[in-house]
């Protein structure tokens, strides 16, 4: 049991035990050569999907997880809300490719300790995660102020207010439509029936005050254009 204790392993040598949770090899093998080379720190697992990674966890029990927000089959937020029930108290840094002024609230609110872009310097993931282990949240600078303003009374733009508002499979649905998928691709990626993707397309339309398919489509795309230059 105490060989397999990655936390006691690496206690021992002075360090904390990182586990990667990402299904992109390379940014998997590129994480650990930049966290291996600290001090303080060692890649202790890897897994690419949210199964495994639930499995490894059990076995390892790092002092801290660096999840992917995109997995095969179960997202990132899923993985998150399944730890959060077996390990309340592991922290959690949320990794992700896509806009923080959407996906960092709902990581947060998923009881996420932080959220990073993978377009920020990778300087920035060992501060978040030293942060993290310091019992703060981390984000980005620009992120934080956002949050602020709005608890001050400051409002986001209309869009992006009302797609606040969407559930998670909603928010999935409207981002596979805004890349240009059709109900019947949705609901082969979603593992859906395509009458429960149509009900959430309505939901979509209803909670964005939109009318027709058509705009549904327009607003998707125009959102994910934004998000990519955003």
Not at 76 to 83: F, N, T, Y
Not at 139 to 150: P, Y
Not at 199 to 228: M, N, V
Request: charged share 25%.
């Amino acid at each position: 049991m105490a060989a397999t204790n990655a936390q006691e392993q690496f206690r021992h040598a002075g360090k904390r035990a990182v586990f990667v949770v990402d299904d992109h090899p390379l940014l998997r093998q590129g994480l650990a050569l930049l966290i291996n080379q600290q001090k303080d720190l060692e890649v202790c697992g890897e897994a690419e999907e949210a199964q495994a990674a639930m499995r490894a966890i059990a076995r390892k029990r790092p002092d801290i997880l660096i999840v992917d927000i995109s997995l095969n089959g179960p997202d990132g937020l899923d993985l998150l809300k399944a730890i959060r029930g077996s390990y309340p108290d592991l922290p959690v840094l949320i990794l992700s490719m896509h806009d923080e002024a959407i996906y960092a609230e709902r990581a947060l609110r998923a009881r996420a300790n932080g959220y990073i872009m993978k377009q920020e310097a990778t300087e920035k993931v060992l501060v978040a995660v030293r942060r993290i282990l310091g019992g703060e949240v981390y984000l980005s600078d620009r992120m934080a102020n956002k949050m602020l303003q709005q608890y001050i009374g400051g409002s986001p733009a209309a869009l992006q207010s009302r797609i606040s508002a969407l559930s998670d499979r909603e928010l999935e649905v409207f981002c596979l439509i805004g890349e240009g998928r059709g109900t019947r691709e949705i609901a082969e990626e979603l593992h859906l029936s395509i009458k429960t993707v149509e009900t959430y397309q309505a939901h979509i339309k209803e909670k964005l005050f939109l009318h027709s398919g058509r705009e549904l489509i327009q607003h998707a795309i125009q959102w994910k254009i934004d998000e990519k230059m955003g």
